[in-house]
């Protein structure tokens, strides 16, 4: 007796066809991969995604007649699939990378809203994966392309690479205060995956200097902030203190880099990158123009506050063997959303960050106000320009209240 109705064995067979040109069409990059190929996928491993208790899975494997091993070119061998809950975490892989190749596409695009979407979706499809991975009793020899491991830190890269999206949008839109505090979450998150698991030599030092060079960032855009937002005359020690210190984090990616090509085995394009990205620190630290501060100064200059914009990469689903082997009901917690998003055709933009922006709004106009007391007291404004300023800028930060209050009671 078969586990899968005949009807059902014909579909994974044409699914798992249709999983193998993915792969191939994402490896040769000669077609575009579409939302399409995403809902694929999905079936597939939500037709896999049941069930099994004790049943020998490599008798279903047979039956089903699917390829039973697959390549991976971390360790460039063949890996052989005991677990159909692992092949689930094999079509998981290419589904986030289907996620991860469309954010690429719409970000040529210019399509900000939608590469960043997509680059979330592909941070949760990773997460996902290695939940599945996690739950392959049956597989002995994982390897390390779907080690969970793995799977969980390509996640976290996942995440990172949207909110770099994210912060290149704002800045490309002029919004450099917002875009400052996007680059300090981006920091935060390199951080975050900096000591999340242990990683190679190169893997390590590339992380650190890339939380030092997007710190450095966030340090440049707030003082270029504060002298194009201030309608006062500017504090110029202090922008040149928070150009000081972007300074320092742009010199010490420098010396990361440096010591990578000097130290470490890396390849010709690898040596390409790091030198063209030390030219580009180079630019910025000569155009920034100030002298080099002590580290004892330097600490003390507070960095930008960092807002993450990019939620928590949660699962949208779960291995349905969690029932078998914990006693614990999983549900499907999005499928329903999963159905709407691809329904939607990422049409409609999703705003993540509404609350974040108005709330940065907010801060900008109750900092505006302050400096027209600040004004008024020092007789630096007469009473007519002050009283109508006043009275504008109150009416904008009351309206923003309002559209606060609406959407914190969505």
Not at 140 to 155: A, F, I, K, M, V
Not at 327 to 355: A, C, H, Q, W
Not at 366 to 387: G, S
Request: hydrophobic share 40%; aromatic share 10%.
């Amino acid at each position: 007796m078969t586990f899968f109705s005949e009807e059902q064995m014909q579909r994974i067979r044409f699914l798992h066809f249709k999983l193998k040109h993915i792969q191939e069409v994402l490896e040769k990059d000669e077609e575009q991969v579409t939302l399409d190929d995403i809902n694929l996928v999905l079936e597939y491993t939500l037709i896999l995604n049941v069930n099994y208790q004790s049943v020998n899975h490599k008798k279903i494997l047979k039956e089903l007649d699917i390829s039973s091993s697959f390549h991976d070119p971390l360790e460039n061998k063949e890996i052989e699939v005991f677990d159909l809950l692992f092949e689930c975490a094999r079509a998981l892989l290419v589904m986030a990378r289907v996620y991860s190749k469309l954010s690429e596409n719409y970000e040529n695009e210019k399509d900000w809203s939608n590469a960043i979407i997509a680059m979330i979706e592909s941070s949760k499809i990773y997460k996902t994966a290695a939940y599945f991975s996690t739950a392959a009793t049956f597989q002995d020899y994982r390897g390390q392309l779907l080690s969970p491991e793995n799977l969980e830190l390509t996640s976290e890269e996942a995440r990172g690479w949207a909110q770099s999206i994210a912060a290149a949008r704002e800045e490309s839109k002029n919004n450099i205060y917002f875009a400052s505090k996007l680059y300090a979450g981006l920091s935060a998150l390199s951080k975050r995956l900096f000591y999340l698991r242990k990683h190679d030599e190169k893997k390590k030092q590339q992380i650190r200097a890339q939380f030092h060079y997007d710190m450095g960032k966030a340090c440049q855009l707030k003082s270029q902030a504060s002298l194009e937002t201030s309608i006062t005359s500017v504090n110029k020690e202090k922008l040149k203190k928070l150009l000081q210190k972007a300074n320092f984090y742009f010199l010490k990616a420098k010396e990361i880099w440096e010591n990578m090509i000097n130290l470490l085995d890396i390849s010709k394009e690898e040596k390409e990158n790091l030198e063209e990205n030390i030219t580009i620190v180079d630019e910025i630290v000569k155009e920034n123009d100030v002298e080099v501060l002590d580290y004892e100064l330097i600490k003390k200059i507070q960095d930008p506050e960092p807002i993450i914009l990019i939620p928590e990469n949660l699962a949208p689903f779960v291995p349905k063997s969690t029932i078998y082997l914990t006693k614990f009901v999983p549900k499907d917690l999005n499928i329903k959303r999963f159905k709407t998003f691809m329904g939607k055709k990422l049409e409609k933009k999703i705003p993540y960050s509404k609350r974040e922006k108005m709330l940065d709004k907010k801060a900008g106009l109750v900092r505006t106000i302050n400096e027209l007391k600040i004004l008024r007291e020092n007789n630096e404004i007469d009473i007519d320009k002050f009283a109508e300023l006043m009275e504008k800028y109150s009416i904008k930060l009351t309206m923003v209240d309002t559209a606060l209050e609406k959407l914190f009671k969505k």
